[in-house]
């Protein structure tokens, strides 16, 4: 027989169910919702019928469905005016999702084929640099998070527009500076999501303002480098993403379709869009999952030393390690994974909507109503994940030694809108985290308790800070960096002309 919503709780008029979500993190709390009424349960938030879905098979089932591809089209959207990939949907979306896995693909981001070792070249020298300034705290307590933040957005910024930030520069502690408080802003105006009316709020019109006045200064920086690129463009020479849009801008004018690209959006700002989509989604994520890797050693150091013990064997200590080892790498690849499922740092995935009236596992789901995947609650699963709570690289590996990833584990989200940069992730990932403890025994500082591996839920969720001391181990004499390509001319240092 057909039913109709999934349940779940009641709430109160207007507000429904927002003033009981309060106390713990939404995505515990949300957990311990489905544990009550089940894996696909429907509430409402404000004015928003939302159905959140933790069963691992109906959420692939449905986001590999085109009507569940929509994005909710909420205050926090309308802001963004419907540019970016994040956060647009429909056609715009479709064809431009495709357009960016294809020249992202070109660039390197791919596991196997040409294009690959240019990528993890670019993503080594960056891992050197950063281990060297690392090595220079001589052991002292560090908090890893301004090396770890600068390292991995020069990654994303040289894929995107051939520009590397230098480490103490003035200039990207500000660009940080406005990212951090545009994802704090942003995040205050979650109610608005929820309960339209409040956007005439005195508060909430002094917040949009302040976002615009960010988002301008954001804008002018990437501006300028679009200009620069502008002014040395060589369609037979295509230096990184920008270069890309600035081809296909030429193209469609020679065409005739320049008027239809990106369906009449001004492509200036389209190309902001995309830059600061790549880099919020590119950076934070794999910076914290780092950091948790980190904190997840200095609970676990039998496991750190069983990873560095692998290292040592198959890599040995006169070079680092290289993306080909990962094959023969198997513990260190599955401590990885293990990071990636305790912590969970995008807990309810990013909200998916209905494009149409849709019906799900016998359930009927109207057009527009939110879908939230609970990500944590599948990874935390006792029913999946035998004692989820503990740190268990094994749970990755077969009887074999081989490792198996098994159909529940989603870090990535799944289906149609899934992480657009889990390959980069994944490379990023295994170079950083293999080459830091191949290089250094984490140890806590003394006097310090263990960082607490609850986390802050935000965005991501984070790490309480927290600093480690980063003992060098001792390499071979004939050890060298091969690939300290972010010192080479290739790259535009800003802040250093
Ligand atoms: C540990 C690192 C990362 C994790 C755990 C992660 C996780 C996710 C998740 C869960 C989603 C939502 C999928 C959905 O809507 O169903 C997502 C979307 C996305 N990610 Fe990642 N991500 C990571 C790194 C990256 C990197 C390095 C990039 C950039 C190159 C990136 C770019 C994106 C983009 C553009 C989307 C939106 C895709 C769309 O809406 O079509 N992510 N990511």
Redesign the pocket.
């Known amino acids: 027989m057909l039913k109709h919503l999934p349940p779940g709780p009641w709430g109160l008029p207007v507000l429904g169910y927002l003033p009981f979500v309060k106390g713990e993190a939404p995505h515990i709390h949300f957990k311990d919702l489905a544990k009550k009424y089940g894996t696909m349960f429907s509430t409402r938030l404000g004015n928003q019928l939302i159905v959140f879905l933790s069963d691992h098979k109906i959420i692939r089932e449905a ?1 590999r469905r085109e009507e569940f591809t929509g ?1 909710p089209h909420t205050e926090f959207i309308n802001i963004l005016g419907g540019y970016g ?3 647009s949907d429909g056609r715009l ?1 479709k064809d431009q ?1 495709r357009f ?1 896995h294809e020249r ?1 693909r070109q660039f390197g ?1 791919k596991y196997i084929g040409a294009g690959k070792e240019h990528m993890e070249c670019r993503i080594m020298g960056e891992v050197e640099t950063c281990l060297k300034h690392l090595a220079n705290q001589k052991g002292s307590p560090t908090d890893l998070n301004p090396i770890l933040s600068m390292s991995i957005s020069n990654v ?1 910024c040289a894929i995107m527009m051939s520009v590397r930030f230098q480490h103490d520069d003035s200039r990207f502690n500000k660009f940080m500076d406005l990212i951090e408080e545009g994802f704090k802003l942003f995040g205050s105006l979650e109610a608005i999501n929820f309960i339209p009316a409040m956007r005439y709020m005195p508060w909430f019109q002094a917040t949009r303002k302040k976002l615009a006045q960010n988002r301008l200064e954001m804008s002018e920086f990437f501006q300028e480098t679009v200009d620069n690129h502008r002014a040395t463009f060589d369609p037979s020479n295509i230096r990184d993403l920008i270069d890309t849009y600035l081809a296909e801008i030429q193209n469609a004018k020679e065409e005739g379709r320049g008027e239809t690209l990106f369906e009449g959006k001004r492509s200036r700002r389209w190309m902001q869009q995309i830059i600061g ?2 880099f919020s ?2 950076m934070e ?2 910076k ?2 780092l950091q948790w890797a980190v904190v997840f050693m200095l609970h676990n150091p039998e496991i750190a030393k069983a990873v560095q013990e692998e290292l040592d064997e198959v890599v040995g200590r006169s070079r680092l390690p290289k993306l080909e080892d990962i094959p023969y790498l198997p513990y260190t690849e599955s401590t990885l994974l293990e990071v ?1 499922r305790r912590s969970s ?2 807990p309810l ?2 909200t ?1 909507a209905a494009t149409r009236d849709v019906l799900l596992n016998g359930f009927k789901i109207p057009k527009n109503t939110q879908i939230v ?1 609970l ?1 944590h609650a599948i990874h935390m699963d006792p029913n999946l994940w035998d004692e989820p709570e503990k740190f268990k690289p094994s749970r990755f590996l077969s009887a074999e030694g081989k490792v198996t990833k098994p159909e529940f584990f989603l ?12 390959v ?2 994944r490379m ?2 295994f170079l950083f985290f293999s080459s830091l403890i191949h290089v250094f025994n984490f140890q806590l500082p003394e006097g310090q308790p263990l960082p607490s591996t609850k986390g802050n839920a935000g965005i991501t969720v984070t790490p309480d800070s927290y600093k480690v001391c980063l003992i060098q181990r001792p390499l071979d004499a004939e050890f060298e960096f091969l690939c300290n390509s972010a010192d080479s001319s290739l790259m535009r240092n800003v802040g250093s002309h």
């Open positions: 986001f994005r990939i994040i956060n979306w999702r960016l992202l981001m994303i989509d790549l989604a590119g994520t794999v914290t999952t990636l740092i995008v995935g990013t998916h995947p990500l870090p990535f989200g799944v289906g149609r809108r899934m992480c657009l940069g889990d980069l992730a990023e990932l």
